[in-house]
């Protein structure tokens, strides 16, 4: 579960940058105190310029004093919470109605993907990446040995309801993922380590669908036909940033080129859409695909012949 701290910081986020009109700390105390996170306690002025130093340090956000208009407060980056994808996440997820009302009328017909596991070292790890700090991680990926590794945290993603933590493992001497979920026990250390100025964890995943990134993986164009009403699916939710439409037929098909590095989670997306898809190139990208989808076939032949 977030940590008080975090939700206290997000409803202050959301009701500042949300507001009607401009909020004195009186006015913000007021909304708090009929909000359903009273409960935590109050909102001291010290308590208040702490969230706010807080906000700036977490999410690069600045809550501003305008004296002129009787000290209200405001967002004076607001371009800076919008390209903050960790904040919009937090935002959309945790942010209420003021009208606390409303909020306990609706709170249970307003459902969210939930992520099952993995959140017991989430407020760690944030911290970590806020801190520069190292961290010895006891690990065990699904498909090998426990392991103690000292990670470099650079950056979190979320990706099929599991959150990813990306950063520099010691032990491997490289940049890789380790899935939360995963995470047996977090030890957190006071050994700092600096944050790669060229390093930019979006553009780190600009030619992949999902999380796998490898120097070994060639960014190709691949190039698909889709059948029917997924290809309007596929319209409003792209496959991938780089997704173009070349050629279509009305009702029928339409056809998406990328350029991509052809993984394992790509793959797993477009075997996802079943007979709605057909890939056209690269040509023995489409074989592995049809081998794949035979050899599914061929499973449930021959289970159905033991049957």
Not at 97 to 112: A, C, E, G, V, Y
Not at 135 to 155: A, F
Not at 225 to 232: A, D, I, K, S
Request: proline residues 5%; contains cysteine.
């Amino acid at each position: 579960m977030i940590s008080k701290t975090y939700l206290r910081y997000i409803w202050l986020l959301d009701t500042i940058s949300n507001a009607r009109f401009p909020l004195t700390y009186e006015d913000i105390v007021k909304i708090w105190q009929s909000s359903p996170y009273a409960y935590m306690g109050g909102l001291p002025i010290r308590t208040f310029h702490e969230h706010r130093k807080g906000i700036e340090e977490m999410f690069g956000v600045i809550i501003a004093c305008e004296k002129s208009t009787f000290c209200t407060y405001y967002i004076k980056n607001p371009e800076v919470l919008k390209q903050n994808p960790y904040a919009q996440l937090l935002l959309r997820k945790y942010s209420v109605p003021q009208d606390f009302t409303t909020f306990s009328m609706m709170r249970d017909r307003i459902i969210l993907e939930e992520i099952p596991h993995g959140t017991a070292y989430f407020d760690f790890v944030v911290e970590s990446m806020r801190t520069n700090t190292e961290l010895t991680i006891d690990y065990q990926p699904y498909d090998g040995y426990r392991e103690t590794l000292t990670m470099q945290p650079y950056s979190m993603k979320v990706y099929n309801r599991r959150w990813y933590v990306l950063g520099f493992i010691r032990e491997k001497n490289s940049i890789r993922h380790l899935a939360l979920e995963r995470f047996l026990d977090l030890h957190t250390t006071q050994t700092k380590f600096e944050f790669p100025k060229d390093f930019e964890p979006r553009k780190f995943y600009d030619n992949v669908v999902g999380i796998y990134v490898s120097e070994e993986l060639p960014v190709v164009k691949l190039k698909i036909r889709v059948y029917g009403v997924q290809m309007e699916y596929m319209r409003m939710l792209p496959l991938h940033k780089s997704q173009c439409e070349v050629n279509s037929r009305y009702g029928e098909f339409a056809e998406f080129t990328y350029r991509v590095c052809l993984t394992p989670e790509l793959k797993s997306n477009i075997l996802a859409l079943g007979p709605d898809v057909e890939v056209l190139e690269p040509l023995d990208y489409r074989e592995e695909i049809m081998s794949q989808i035979k050899a599914s076939l061929d499973r449930y032949v021959k289970n159905s012949r033991d049957n």
